[in-house]
Every structure is written in C-alpha cells, then in structure tokens.
C-alpha cells in the first residue's frame, strides 16, 4: 500500500515563504515522477511542479522563479520551497507519485496566503 503524507502547509502573508514536504511509503517503482499539484475553491486541479527519479523539473509558468521542487530518492521525499508567495497561491496542494501503472496522491495540506 503506497502512501503519501504532506506537511508544511499553513497561513503566510504575501511575500513569505513557506516549505511543503511529503513522505511517500510503500512499495513504489523507482523510475517515477514526484510532483505537487494544487486546487483553489471553485477552481480543478492544476499542476505546480514535477521531478523526474532523473531529476528533470517542470514548473508551471506561474510559479517559476518562485518556487523549487526538489526530492531524495534514498528517502522517498519530495519538497516545496514556496518563495513570493501571493495571494493567488491559496489552494489546497497535493503531492503525487506516478509511474507507469501507478498513480497515488496525499491528502492534501492548505496553503494560506492572506495579510
């Protein structure tokens, strides 16, 4: 049973910094993508950042320059450093783990950003 656990979310104000982290447990395949997704209110689900198990990254164009994916392939973990953060950051973030057959999401944390 794969299982993925984020931590980190929270309230911040605009310009501030917040970092997410998920531990993935659980038999996965080791070639796979890591990534975050993220959902407003009212809104789907949009893709924020992804890391290859080879380290190639993809951001989306709102959140390039301000945000950095990074993971730890001895430790199953995937990273967020969210710098800049504004308003239109505020969603409910998911972290993924996907690979040819397999497709797991956490339950997500909340993100903040409010003054």
């Known amino acids: 049973q794969v299982q993925l656990v984020e931590s980190g979310g929270g309230l911040v104000q605009p310009g501030g910094s917040l970092r997410l982290s998920c531990a993935v447990s659980?038999?996965?395949?080791?070639?796979?993508?890591m990534g975050w997704y993220r959902q407003a209110p009212g809104k789907q689900r949009e893709l924020v950042a992804t890391?290859?198990?080879?380290?190639?990254?993809n951001y989306a164009d709102t959140v390039k320059g301000r945000f950095t994916i990074s993971r730890d392939n001895a430790k199953n973990t995937v990273s967020l450093q969210m710098n800049s953060l504004k308003s239109a950051d505020t969603a409910v973030y998911y972290c993924?783990?996907?690979w040819g057959l397999g497709d797991y999401w956490g339950q997500g944390t909340q993100v903040t950003v409010s003054s």
């Open positions: 890391i290859t198990s080879g380290n190639t990254i």
């Open positions: 993924n783990v996907a």
């Open positions: 659980g038999s996965i395949f080791s070639l796979n993508v």
